[in-house]
C-alpha cells in the first residue's frame, strides 16, 4: 500500500532537548511538507520541499529544521529554540502533475515536551 | 491575501439528518478550495476540491460542497448523516500569492452525530 508514515505516533521529551520526526512516503510524490496542529486551530506550515536537497521556511519555521537527503523521507527536527514545542506534528506530500495543492496526509505524531 | 472562516467551531446533528458546515473565503486569485477530514488522533483526508470546472463538487462518502461566488462561500452539505462522519472538519484554500506548497486551513468544525 501506499501512503505516508510517520514515527513514532507519541513522543515524549524534556526541554530542552532537540527531538527528530520522521516521515516516509512511498508515494513517488516530489514535494513534502511539515506541519504543526494545535487545539482549536487550522494547521499552520513548518517547512515544505518541492525536490531532493531544497526546502523552505513555511510561516512558523523557527524553532524547527528539516533535511530532504532522499526523495522519500523528510524528517523535521524541533530544536530546543523552539518555545512551545508541545502539539500534533502532520507530514504531507504532493505530486506537481496533480496539483502541489492536493495534499496527503500521514497520520501524525503527537509530541509532548514537559 | 488568502483567508478562509468556518463560521461554527462545533455542529451537531442527529444521524439520518442533513449535514451543513459552513465556510466563507476570501481570495485574490480565482481561488482553489478544499475540505478535509479529520478523526480523532488521525491524518487529514480529502474530501473535495474546488478549481473552477463545475460549482458543485462531489466527494467522497456522498460530501458535496457548492462554490458560490457572489457570496463568497464554499459550504460542505450531506444529505444524511452517518455515525462515521463525526470528526472534524477543515476548509482550506490555495495560498496562491504565498509561498508555493502553502495550503491556509479555516479553524476546522467538529461535527458530532447523535444516534
Known amino acids: 500500500d501506499g501512503g505516508i508514515t510517520q514515527s513514532p505516533k507519541y513522543l515524549f521529551r524534556k526541554e530542552g532537548q532537540n527531538v527528530t520526526l520522521s516521515c516516509e512516503q512511498n508515494l513517488n510524490h516530489d514535494a513534502m511538507y511539515w506541519y504543526r496542529q494545535d487545539p482549536g486551530q487550522g494547521l499552520r506550515l513548518i517547512y515544505y520541499s518541492q525536490i531532493v536537497n531544497d526546502f523552505q521556511k513555511g510561516d512558523i519555521a523557527e524553532g524547527y529544521s528539516v533535511s530532504r537527503e532522499k526523495k522519500e523521507s523528510f524528517p523535521l527536527t524541533v530544536t530546543s529554540a523552539q518555545k512551545n514545542p508541545t502539539a500534533f506534528y502532520l507530514c504531507?506530500?504532493?505530486?506537481?502533475?496533480?496539483?502541489?495543492?492536493?495534499?496527503?496526509f500521514g497520520p501524525g505524531t503527537r509530541l509532548t515536551v514537559t | 491575501a488568502q483567508s478562509v472562516t468556518q463560521l461554527d467551531s462545533h455542529v451537531s446533528v442527529s444521524e439520518g439528518t442533513p449535514v451543513l458546515l459552513r465556510c466563507n473565503y476570501s481570495s485574490s486569485y480565482s481561488p482553489s478550495l478544499f475540505w478535509y477530514v479529520q478523526h480523532p488522533n488521525k491524518g487529514l483526508q480529502l474530501l473535495l476540491k474546488?478549481?473552477?470546472?463545475?460549482?458543485l463538487v462531489k466527494g467522497i462518502n456522498g460530501f458535496e460542497a457548492e462554490f458560490k461566488k457572489s457570496e463568497t462561500s464554499f459550504h460542505l452539505t450531506k444529505p444524511s448523516a452517518h455515525m462515521s462522519d463525526a470528526a472534524e472538519y477543515f476548509c482550506?484554500?490555495?495560498?496562491?500569492?504565498?509561498?508555493?506548497?502553502?495550503?491556509?486551513f479555516g479553524k476546522g468544525t467538529k461535527l458530532s452525530v447523535k444516534p
Open positions: 474546488y478549481t473552477s470546472a463545475a460549482t
Open positions: 482550506v484554500v490555495a495560498n496562491y500569492g504565498g509561498s508555493q506548497g502553502n495550503l491556509i
Open positions: 504531507a506530500s504532493s505530486l506537481p502533475s496533480t496539483g502541489w495543492d492536493e495534499q496527503y
